[in-house]
């Protein structure tokens, strides 16, 4: 562990100093994360790599007047305000329907387990369930959507969201807990019955 | 199996009022221990908000399990380019790796290969003032330097021709030399001449323009 930090404190250092590889060996190391972030986030393959190819490109121009110690959180900031950006314009043009707001400290409404058959308990264990999670995605207020996403898919921890996101460690909290209850409702409303057990 | 309808989502249990919005965190472990604890005392005498936990936790799992897509192309800009002159150079260097190439061909089974053959017979007519005047014993035409041993074997053949030239003998007597041996008009015109260093030169120069070709054209795909 020791020794990746060290070798990446180095390729950091390098970065600084200009070296285009060493900072190519650091975005190759995210580039698959962004794109799989920025893809949940907007939806289309091509305006998700376009925000990655900029952000990557905007975070070499930049890297002289990077300060922390995480390139992992500062590159997923960049690509995140890239694709929020990139999320404002279409709506701005019409290009996409108006999201439900971010609803602050109002708690959410848990949907009620569907009665009846046919057996359905097993969704979320299947590809069913990704087409039903990554459509509900789509449809959370954005800042729910990159907080969830930041959280269960690429494994930050709160305060590493907050800084991502510059939000308050409560903001956090709530964008996280509502985009999963959200989630979790889309799941219920095709039949799933929670976890087994 | 399932889990009874949920309460209201503002409401009270028993146990006090709900967590409802710190279930997540909760989850992720992500409460201060004070606010762990309180909502695990909760959660130990209230099911619907265990159910709801667990639904929370689940959720998650969903989402950790989603499919890892992969992009169509790279996202990384190549940044670390070549130098502008690489390309140029490259070019340049496979031109001369063809041009050093045929030269050599033509070195080898052409004209260029023999060019001692020719001049060796005119050699004798223009060795002695080569000689006289001290000159390295280069035959002319050769153009590439020669080696010590052609030069000596040129200043014995011509020690030869000076000896059977009786204009020569009596202009200027020939010293005795080491390497006299019997005149043979014969032997001048129809020695074949040694291989010289000219077709190795030009495979050697092609053999180096083509691996700077190669070099350059590795580090311009590496960049």
Redesign the interface.
């Known amino acids: 562990m020791n020794r990746e930090a060290d070798e990446q404190a180095e390729l950091i250092r390098r970065a600084r100093a200009g070296?285009?590889?060493a900072?190519?060996s650091l975005?190759?190391a995210e580039?698959?994360g962004?794109?799989?972030h920025a893809?949940?986030m907007l939806g289309t393959?091509s305006d998700?790599?376009d925000v990655?190819?900029d952000a990557?490109?905007s975070a070499?121009r930049s890297i002289g007047a990077f300060q922390g110690t995480s390139v992992r959180a500062w590159l997923f900031r960049i690509a995140t305000n890239r694709a929020i950006d990139l999320l404002r314009a279409r709506r701005r043009h019409g290009g996409l329907p108006l999201e439900p707001p971010d609803d602050g400290?109002v708690?959410?409404?848990?949907s009620?387990?569907p009665s009846g058959d046919p057996e359905l308990?097993e969704i979320?264990?299947g590809r069913e369930?990704?087409a039903i999670?990554?459509a509900a995605l789509l449809l959370i207020p954005v800042e729910q959507r990159t907080a969830?996403?930041l959280?269960?898919?690429e494994g930050f921890?709160?305060a590493e969201i907050g800084r991502i996101t510059t939000s308050e460690i409560g903001t956090v909290?709530?964008r996280?807990?509502r985009g999963?209850?959200a989630?979790?409702n889309a799941?219920v409303q095709r039949g799933w019955?929670?976890?087994?057990g | 199996?399932?889990?009874p309808?949920?309460p209201p989502?503002?409401g009270m249990s028993e146990m006090g009022p709900h967590p409802?919005?710190?279930?997540?965190?909760y989850v992720?472990d992500?409460l201060d221990e004070p606010d762990r604890a309180r909502v695990a005392d909760h959660l130990a005498g209230c099911a619907t908000c265990t159910?709801?936990a667990?639904?929370?936790?689940?959720?998650?799992?969903?989402?950790?399990?989603?499919?890892?897509?992969?992009?169509?192309?790279?996202?990384?800009?190549?940044?670390?380019?070549a130098p502008a002159w690489y390309a140029p150079a490259r070019l340049l260097s496979g031109i001369a790796s063809g041009v050093f190439a045929l030269l050599f061909l033509a070195a080898a089974l052409g004209p260029l290969g023999t060019p001692r053959a020719a001049t060796t017979a005119a050699a004798p007519a223009a060795a002695p003032k080569d000689l006289a005047t001290g000159a390295d014993g280069r035959a002319p035409g050769v153009g590439v330097a020669a080696s010590a041993s052609a030069a000596a074997e040129s200043a014995q053949r011509l020690d030869n021709a000076a000896s059977a030239s009786p204009g020569t003998r009596d202009a200027q007597p020939a010293p005795p030399s080491a390497f006299a041996v019997p005149a043979s008009p014969a032997r001048a015109s129809s020695e074949p001449a040694p291989a010289g260093p000219a077709p190795l030169l030009w495979l050697g120069l092609a053999l180096a323009a083509g691996a700077a070709a190669v070099f350059l054209h590795v580090r311009m795909r590496a960049g």
């Open positions: 070296d285009g590889r900072f190519e975005a190759r580039e698959r962004l794109y799989r893809l949940r393959p998700a790599e990655v190819q990557l490109l070499w400290d708690e959410p409404r848990w009620e387990h308990s979320a264990a369930a990704a999670v990554e969830l996403l959280r269960d898919v921890d709160y909290k709530s996280i807990h999963r209850v989630v979790r799941l019955k929670g976890p087994a | 199996m399932r889990e309808p949920g989502d503002v409802d919005l710190e279930l997540s965190a992720d992500a159910a709801r667990r639904e929370l936790s689940a959720t998650a799992a969903v989402l950790r399990a989603l499919p890892d897509p992969r992009p169509s192309r790279s996202l990384v800009p190549p940044l670390a380019r």
